[in-house]
Structure formats: C-alpha cells, structure tokens
Antibody, heavy 114, light 108 residues
Framework: QVQLVQSGAEVKKPGASVKVSCKAS????????INWVRQAPGQGLEWMGW????????GYVEKFQGRVTMTRNTSITTAYMELSGLRSEDTAVYYC???????WGQGTLVTVSS | DIQMTQSPSTLSASVGDRVTITCRAS??????LAWYQQKPGKAPKLLIY???SLKSGVPSRFSGSGSGTEFTLTISSLQPDDFATYYC??????????FGQGTNLEIK
C-alpha cells in the first residue's frame, strides 16, 4: 500500500535550517508530484509548495520564496523540504502529500525555540 | 490566488444529526475539490475527491456535491467518530493550492 513516512521531530534555534524527509513507497515515485503543507499549533493547513520527482522542478508559495528548497532523490524515493532562517512562527507540523491521490505523511513537528 | 471560504467555522451537533459544511471558491475550480477530516495529532484524512467521489473505505454517510465555486460536504447521520475538524482544499491545477480555514464539528 502507499506510504509516505516522514523524518522525526526537530528542535531548532532561530536562524537555523531544518530539512524534513518524506520516504515514499507503494507506487511509482516519479509519477506523482509531492506537495508540502504545514500546520501551526491550533491553526489551519497552509500549502507551501511542490516538487516534481520526475523532473526536479519546484514551485513555492511566495511567502516562502528564498527560504524554502524542495528536492528529491529518486534512487531512494525520498522527497525533502528544507526551510532556512527559522523563526518562532515556523513552529509547526510539516506534512508531505502525494498529488492527485492525496495520501499524506504522518507529519514532522518542527519546534523553533531559543 | 484562489481563496477558499469555509462555513461555519464551528458546528455543534448531536449523534444522528444530518450536517452540512459549505466551501466557496473565489473563482471557478471546476470539480477539483477535496474534503478532509482531521483529528488532533493526526494527519488529514481524505474523505472526498473531485468534489463528489468518495474515497474507498470512507463510510457512505459522507457525501460531497457542487462544482464551479460552491461545494458542500454532508454527513447524513453523525456518528461519535465523526467529531473532528473538516477542511476543503482546491487543487485546480494552478498553484498555490489552498485550503478552507476549517470547520470544528463538536458535540452539542
């Protein structure tokens, strides 16, 4: 069955970077775009951007431009989301989600605290 | 960007009630709308895709309708497991994809 398994929780200091991974299995990795969504504590869902595992092409929401990088490694069927210049407002659960079929990873809590 | 306006933000209901949640898009998204259920500490769970298609394994008491800019999610007879937060999401093919602000369905 389709699975998206994300890396574990992270605690980072303001100004640092974090890289979250999303390991895909159960389908052809290069056939579906991977989206990244985040959810701050007690808040709604915020779509951040996407990476096309086939081409490596990406697209980001304007508010994250310059701070986010989405990549993939097809040999290990894993997508990545790296966010730099972390601030307290970036504390959230980060999810990966397969486009079209909308399978989601379990989420990765990133806590930004001094 | 396409804005999704979801209502109500909170809904109080009882087991056995029929409830409806509405989502309005700021422009035509055809039928490219999904509905999710989310429980605390869990990832969103897909219920409905393409506005009205029930995901396999989801109980038939859930249904979706609409196209263009107006959409609804209906739960025909609320069960105890249905009390959760619900989100709509448009995936019209033009990024960014956007979500409604959520509806917290609580026990009356």
């Amino acid at each position: 069955q389709v699975q998206l398994v994300q890396s574990g929780a992270e605690v980072k200091k303001p100004g640092a970077s974090v890289k979250v991974s999303c390991k895909a299995s159960g389908y052809t990795f290069t056939s579906y775009i991977i989206n990244w969504v985040r959810q701050a504590p007690g808040q709604g869902l915020e779509w951040m951007g996407w990476v096309n595992p086939n081409s490596g092409k990406t697209g980001y929401v304007e508010k994250f431009q310059g701070r986010v990088t989405m990549t993939r490694n097809t040999s290990i069927t894993t997508a990545y989301m790296e966010l730099s210049g972390l601030r307290s407002e970036d504390t959230a659960v980060y999810y990966c989600a397969r486009d079209e079929e909308w399978d989601w990873g379990q989420g990765t809590l990133v806590t930004v605290s001094s | 960007d396409i804005q999704m306006t979801q209502s109500p933000s909170t809904l109080s209901a009882s087991v056995g009630d029929r409830v409806t949640i509405t989502c309005r898009a700021s422009q035509n998204i055809r039928s490219l709308l999904a509905w999710y259920q989310q429980k605390p500490g869990k990832a969103p769970k897909l219920l409905i895709y393409m506005a009205s298609s029930l995901k396999s394994g989801v109980p038939s008491r859930f249904s979706g309708s609409g196209s263009g800019t107006e959409f609804t999610l209906t739960i025909s007879s609320l069960q105890p497991d249905d009390f959760a937060t619900y989100y709509c999401q448009q995936y019209n093919g033009y990024y960014p994809y956007t979500f409604g602000q959520g509806t917290n369905l609580e026990i009356k």
